[in-house]
C-alpha cells in the first residue's frame, strides 16, 4: 500500500486542523492506521491508531484533542486536531500496518508539516 499525507500547514495556539492520508492499492479495510509526529532532532512518536475494526489508540499528549477516523469507501484515514498548541509542531507521518502492534508499521506516507505558532 502507498500512503500520501496531506492538509499540514501553519495554524496559531488553539487552532484546528486536519491532515488527511489516502492510500492507493487494494485491501485498505484490511490495514491498521495511524499517524506519528516526529520534531527535527528528536524521535518519531506515535500519535493515534485505529485497528480495521475502528478501535482507535492514542498517546496522552494528544488523547481528547486528537481525533482519528478512517473512510474506507475513499481509501483514507483522517487527524482532526483540536485545541492545538506550540508542542505540536512536527512533521506529521501516515503509516499503515496488517496487524494491531501500535508500535510496528510497515508503510509510510511521506510527511506533512504542521507549525503551531503561540
Known amino acids: 500500500v502507498q500512503l500520501q499525507a496531506s492538509g499540514g500547514g501553519l495554524v496559531q495556539a488553539g487552532g484546528s486542523l486536519r491532515l488527511s492520508c489516502t492510500a492507493s492499492g487494494k485491501s485498505f479495510r484490511a490495514y491498521s492506521l495511524g499517524w506519528h509526529r516526529q520534531v527535527p532532532g528528536l524521535q518519531r512518536e506515535f500519535a493515534a491508531g485505529?485497528?480495521?475494526?475502528?478501535?482507535?489508540n492514542y498517546a496522552d499528549s494528544v488523547k481528547a484533542r486528537f481525533t482519528i477516523s478512517r473512510d474506507n469507501a475513499k481509501n483514507t484515514v483522517y487527524l482532526q486536531m483540536n485545541s492545538l498548541k506550540a508542542e505540536d509542531t512536527a512533521v506529521y507521518y501516515c503509516?499503515?500496518?496488517?496487524?494491531?502492534?501500535?508500535?510496528?508499521?510497515?508503510?509510510w506516507g511521506q510527511g506533512t508539516l504542521v507549525t503551531v505558532s503561540s
Open positions: 485505529i485497528t480495521t475494526g475502528g478501535g482507535t
Open positions: 503509516s499503515a500496518q496488517r496487524g494491531r502492534d501500535w508500535n510496528v508499521w510497515g508503510y
